[in-house]
């Protein structure tokens, strides 16, 4: 498929990541407590999905909560649920009326029940729409995930459903949760952090990497524009010439 020219004439990822980081430290250099920069990400996700669909990406998956985000005071990961809940609430009609399906990977029945109902609700009223994706993390841990794949794939070949030998790149890509998305393209990561904490770690195998400095509450349509021509810009080679 015809890959198409972006705003600088360089290729436009088909699928692109982002790791959403810089939320506290954004609250941090307002004294504000950390719930505001998080709030104001939420502010951010709105823009940058938006800007994303105009921009011609098939597919914006969010890093929104790791599994290892449990971690934190339970205060913040009350918070943080809590705007899940009023993005979802706020979300789901404009996901409709613009064609957006949304997907959720991770271990999403960890939540709390209302949660998981409001979810698998978007999921559901959102699985016949054909023009982008959303893709958003919640309790997912890249580790865990290839860890259930091979699980699975082993207990299929135990049970004489597939030979160990015909296990290929293609099979495991589809026993993962991100199964039939378009390949992973390009991978951001805000804030400056130069790391990919648990995310998307078979999936970002020949994605283009890229760190920027500004803070998550801070990236918008025009960063991602920016993301979007240096990535037009990348030679890419798979491991070729
Ligand atoms: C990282 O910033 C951000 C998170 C752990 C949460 C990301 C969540 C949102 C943007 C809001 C919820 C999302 C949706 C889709 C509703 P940090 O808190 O680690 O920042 P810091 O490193 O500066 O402390």
């Given at each position: 498929?015809?890959?198409?020219?972006?705003p600088e004439?360089?290729a436009v990822p088909?699928?692109?990541?982002?790791i959403m980081?810089?939320?506290?430290?954004w609250?941090k250099?307002?004294r504000?407590?950390?719930i505001?920069g998080?709030k104001?990400?939420?502010?951010?996700?709105?823009?940058?999905a938006?800007?994303?669909?105009e921009?011609?990406i098939?597919?914006l998956?969010?890093?929104a909560?790791?599994s290892e985000?449990?971690?934190?005071?339970?205060?913040?990961v009350?918070?943080?649920?809590?705007?899940?809940r009023?993005?979802?609430?706020?979300?789901?009609?404009?996901?409709?009326?613009?064609?957006?399906r949304?997907r959720v990977?991770?271990?999403?029945h960890?939540?709390?029940?209302?949660?998981v109902?409001?979810?698998?609700d978007?999921?559901?009223?959102?699985a016949?729409?054909?023009?982008?994706t959303?893709?958003i993390?919640?309790?997912y841990?890249?580790q865990?995930?290839?860890?259930?794949?091979?699980?699975?794939?082993?207990?299929a070949?135990k049970?004489?459903?597939?030979e160990?030998?015909?296990i290929?790149?293609a099979?495991?890509?589809?026993?993962?949760?991100?199964?039939?998305?378009?390949p992973?393209d390009?991978?951001?990561?805000?804030s400056?952090?130069?790391?990919l904490?648990?995310?998307?770690?078979?999936?970002?195998a020949?994605?283009?990497l890229?760190?920027?400095d500004t803070l998550w509450?801070?990236?918008?349509?025009?960063?991602?524009?920016?993301?979007v021509?240096?990535?037009?810009?990348?030679?890419?080679r798979?491991?070729?010439?």
């Amino acid at each position: 498929m015809p890959v198409p020219a972006g705003p600088e004439g360089g290729a436009v990822p088909r699928h692109v990541a982002i790791i959403m980081d810089g939320n506290g430290r954004w609250a941090k250099a307002r004294r504000l407590p950390r719930i505001a920069g998080h709030k104001q990400g939420v502010e951010a996700v709105r823009r940058v999905a938006t800007a994303a669909r105009e921009l011609g990406i098939e597919v914006l998956t969010l890093y929104a909560f790791s599994s290892e985000n449990w971690r934190r005071p339970e205060e913040e990961v009350r918070d943080l649920m809590g705007l899940l809940r009023f993005f979802l609430k706020n979300e789901l009609k404009d996901l409709i009326a613009e064609g957006v399906r949304l997907r959720v990977i991770g271990d999403y029945h960890a939540l709390s029940s209302d949660l998981v109902a409001m979810i698998d609700d978007a999921i559901a009223r959102t699985a016949g729409n054909g023009g982008s994706t959303l893709v958003i993390a919640l309790n997912y841990g890249a580790q865990a995930e290839i860890l259930a794949a091979a699980r699975r794939l082993a207990a299929a070949a135990k049970a004489g459903e597939i030979e160990p030998d015909a296990i290929d790149e293609a099979m495991f890509d589809d026993a993962l949760t991100t199964h039939g998305l378009p390949p992973l393209d390009l991978l951001i990561r805000t804030s400056g952090e130069q790391r990919l904490s648990n995310f998307l770690l078979w999936q970002a195998a020949y994605a283009e990497l890229l760190f920027v400095d500004t803070l998550w509450p801070d990236f918008d349509g025009t960063a991602l524009a920016a993301a979007v021509a240096q990535f037009g810009q990348r030679q890419r080679r798979f491991g070729g010439l």
